[in-house]
Structures are given as C-alpha cells and as structure tokens.
C-alpha cells in the first residue's frame, strides 16, 4: 500500500492560490494546531473570553493579548446554507456547497465547509466533529462527520 502525501492533494473547493501564508497570517496558531489535528482558537489571556479569530481588543476587559488554547472537535450547527455561486478559476465544486455556522463548547462561532464534497447541509441543532481539510499546503477546519451519524 502507498503512502499519499497530503500536500500534493488539491482541495475539492477552493484553488490553492487562496491558500493563506500560514506562517506570516495572524492566524498562524490555527494553522499549525490544525497541522497536528487540533483546533486552536484565541481566548483573551486577561479574562479568559473566547475571541473572534482576528479580535484584537477583548470586548469584556479591554484585553489586548490573545491566548490561543486548542478546544474541542465538536460543535452544533448554528445555521446552514448551500451556496449556489460560483467564481470561475477559484472555485472548483461543479454543485452547490455547505457553508455552516458552527458553534463550540468553547463560546467561538466558525463558519466553515465540509471535508469532503457534501450535497446538502446538516440540521440545524445537529452535533458535527471538526475535522481538517487541506488548502494547498495549509490545513484549515472543516466538518467531518455528523455525531448522529
């Protein structure tokens, strides 16, 4: 059996131009937990308040330093859509696509994909475990199972 490596794989959605500089993007600490299967997200250090991913100023203490803390794989669907639009050259699915607002245990809100091609989206109120996906050579969250499933 042979071994694929996992960069030389397209993503199934977006072309790999759109892949960020994970090590020079703010996002950076997610990048590289999402590279060993771990979803880290940011947390004021001052008040422990979940941050949006790109926050700079803590909304509770005026907090200026983030502390990224990996979380938890599991998330409930907040809302759900299938996106119908397509940009020549950047996206390749040829058939609408989920887009889901994922809400974690953590207090954070992500809004992402599946893994894999999906034909539809899951229930709102459904629990999803996160998995990775690859964007040229950077590994981003994504869904990757339905619990009910």
């Not at 042979?2 to 199934?12: F, N, P, S």
Request: aromatic share 4%.
């Amino acid at each position: 059996m042979t071994t694929v490596d996992k960069r030389l794989l397209e993503d199934w959605l977006l072309d790999p131009a759109l892949a960020p500089d994970a090590e020079l993007d703010v996002l950076a600490p997610l990048y590289r937990a999402a590279e060993r299967h771990e979803l880290a997200l940011p947390f004021c250090a001052a008040c422990e308040n979940p941050l949006e991913l790109d926050q700079e100023v803590c909304d509770y203490c005026g907090g200026t330093e983030p502390d990224w803390r990996t979380v938890e794989l599991r998330g409930t669907v907040h809302a759900a859509t299938l996106m119908h639009r397509r940009e020549p050259g950047l996206v390749h699915a040829q058939a609408p696509y989920p887009i889901v607002d994922v809400e974690l245990a953590s207090g954070h809100r992500l809004l992402m994909t599946s893994a894999q091609p999906a034909d539809g989206v899951p229930a709102i109120g459904g629990t999803v475990r996160i998995g990775f996906r690859r964007l040229g050579g950077v590994a981003i969250p994504a869904i990757d199972t339905l619990e009910d499933e």
